[in-house]
């Protein structure tokens, strides 16, 4: 257990909608990553916050955003959803000035 | 573009042998290395690390080596065990210490171990 919680574990829903994923960081952890597992992509890094502010973006589609709450915990939205979209989403957080990232189990998301 | 290429899909060896991973990059920028070991239905589980300034690391059965002229790493396990049987992923970093700590991964690598 790496003390990365992430809800719901499965999604479906149909294209055109809008669903919302939510990741709690490990205790004391600030940043908080967003990774995108698609069947011929690998994980694809999305977005980062550092104590409620963005830090890096990666190649996150303008139909996907997200934002890190001052109790640290983050949400992701996604919108207008395409079949393409059906990924796993994975959360994952690091302590203060480290690489190391600590991931949690995914949201794996289907687009129907 | 890859920056982070693991160019075996897969990999299988008996139990007791050693077993190696290998993994290349292009961005030279890359200060950082890691590898992640992953179970299906679970996340990415870290497993050990590397800065550039060292060429090896070593945490139990787990050592990596990074030859950084020919910017390559490689991860070997030893022995290796069953329940080593897992994708592994070799990950990379350009802000060592840093606030943007995103990781570029490779396509990771089937490990199976044989009894």
């Known amino acids: 257990d790496s003390g990365v919680t992430q809800t719901p574990k499965h999604l479906i829903t149909a294209t055109g909608q809008r669903v919302t994923l939510r990741c709690s960081p490990r205790?004391?952890?600030?940043?908080v990553y967003w990774y995108q597992q698609s069947l011929d992509q690998g994980l694809q890094f999305l977005i980062q916050?550092?104590?409620?502010?963005?830090?890096a973006k990666g190649n996150i589609l303008e139909r996907f955003s997200a934002q890190q709450f001052p109790d640290l915990h983050s949400e992701l939205n996604l919108s207008s959803l395409e079949l393409g979209d059906s990924a796993l989403y994975f959360c994952?957080?690091?302590?203060?000035?480290?690489?190391?990232?600590?991931f949690g189990p995914g949201t794996r998301l289907t687009v129907t | 573009d890859q920056q982070v290429k693991q160019n075996s899909p897969s990999l299988s060896v008996q139990e007791g042998r050693i077993s190696i991973l290998n993994c290349d990059y292009t961005?030279?920028?890359?200060?950082?290395f890691l590898w992640y070991k992953k179970y299906p239905a679970e996340g990415p589980t870290f497993l050990i690390s590397?800065?550039?300034?060292?060429d090896k690391n070593e945490d139990g059965r787990f050592t990596v080596f990074l030859n950084k002229s020919a910017k390559h790493l490689s991860l070997h396990i030893v022995p290796s065990q069953p329940g080593d049987s897992a994708v592994y992923f070799c990950?990379?970093?350009?802000?060592?210490?840093?606030?943007?700590?995103?990781?570029?991964f490779g396509k990771g690598t089937k490990l199976s171990v044989k009894p």
């Open positions: 994952a957080s690091s302590a203060h000035l480290r690489n190391e990232q600590y």
């Open positions: 205790s004391g952890d600030l940043s």
């Open positions: 916050y550092y104590n409620g502010e963005e830090r």
């Open positions: 961005n030279s920028m890359f200060d950082y």
């Open positions: 590397i800065s550039s300034i060292k």
């Open positions: 990950a990379a970093s350009e802000d060592y210490g840093g606030s943007q700590g995103n990781l570029i």
